[in-house]
């Protein structure tokens, strides 16, 4: 018989989330939309059209492009999974309604390190989500989501971070 190892090491940041959950700890601000035909991930950073309504994951917020959100609550949406019903999917299907944070603070997953205070960058063809230092530009194929840092749960890597978008 063996024995088992003492406990060595604490750690320091507990795990805290799903990507596209809304930490509760101040006002948010949400709307319903419908996605374009091809869907988009949850989590993910979308623009809209202010003719139709319609989001689009990515986007070049200008004439006739607006501000869409976050795609959030991932356990809102029905999964279909992929080779098996009960595969976990972050991925919404086309022409569904999904939920779009546009004030307040989620979960998300960003490519990159990411510091307390960081800008947010989205990549304007996925959506998919980096960040820059305060007073940086935005990098090449990105465009900045106005009013947007990290709020807590830095990484010095690819990871997940706390985002917290205000008006």
Do not use: H
Not at 66 to 72: E, P, R, S
Not at 112 to 138: E, F, H, K, R, W
């Amino acid at each position: 018989m063996t024995t088992g190892a003492f406990q060595s090491a604490v750690n320091v940041t507990l795990g805290f989330g799903v990507i596209g959950e809304l930490i509760v700890d101040g006002p948010q601000r949400a709307e319903p939309l419908i996605l374009d035909s091809t869907g988009g991930t949850i989590g993910n950073f979308f623009t809209k059209s202010n003719s139709t309504g319609v989001a689009t994951q990515g986007g070049t917020i200008g004439a006739g492009i607006v501000l869409a959100g976050f795609l959030v609550n991932p356990k809102e949406f029905a999964s279909f999974g992929g080779t098996s019903p009960l595969d976990p999917t972050l991925t919404l299907a086309g022409n569904k309604q999904g939920v779009f944070l546009t004030m307040g603070t989620v979960v998300v997953s960003v490519t990159g390190a990411a510091n307390i205070g960081d800008l947010v960058q989205y990549n304007t063809t996925t959506g998919a989500l980096s960040c820059v230092a305060p007073g940086a530009s935005a990098t090449g194929g990105n465009a900045l989501i106005p009013n947007c840092v990290v709020y807590r749960y830095p990484t010095s890597a690819t990871g997940l971070i706390a985002v917290r978008i205000t008006n």
